[in-house]
């Protein structure tokens, strides 16, 4: 568990900084970062990501890209739907398009 938390925070240090804050009273976008590390932190075989630049900050944003593609290069299968697609095409493996 302190591995997970040690690994969480250097990632996404802010969350870091409000550690000891409940979970329901961060702002929208840092719920939302949140989520992430509790994602990965399961050993899936599978993470589905909805609309994962939505209320986050571009640096944020960029931090769970290299999560993703990390997650993905080590063999975890990620699916991840995206309004805007051209924010994630550069993690990507694959991808499909629905119009």
Do not use: N
Not at 47 to 58: C, F, G, K, N, Y
């Amino acid at each position: 568990m302190a591995h997970l938390e040690e690994l969480t925070y250097s990632r996404f240090p802010r969350l870091g900084e409000r550690r000891k804050q409940l979970a329901g009273t961060l702002p929208g976008g840092e719920q939302q970062t949140l989520a992430q590390p509790r994602a990965f932190s399961i050993d899936p075989e599978l993470v589905m990501l909805d609309e994962l630049s939505t209320r986050l900050a571009l640096i944020v944003v960029r931090q769970l890209y290299e999560l993703v593609t990390g997650a993905g290069h080590a063999g975890l299968s990620i699916l991840v739907v995206e309004q805007f697609a051209r924010s994630v095409l550069s993690v990507l493996t694959r991808c499909s398009v629905m119009l």
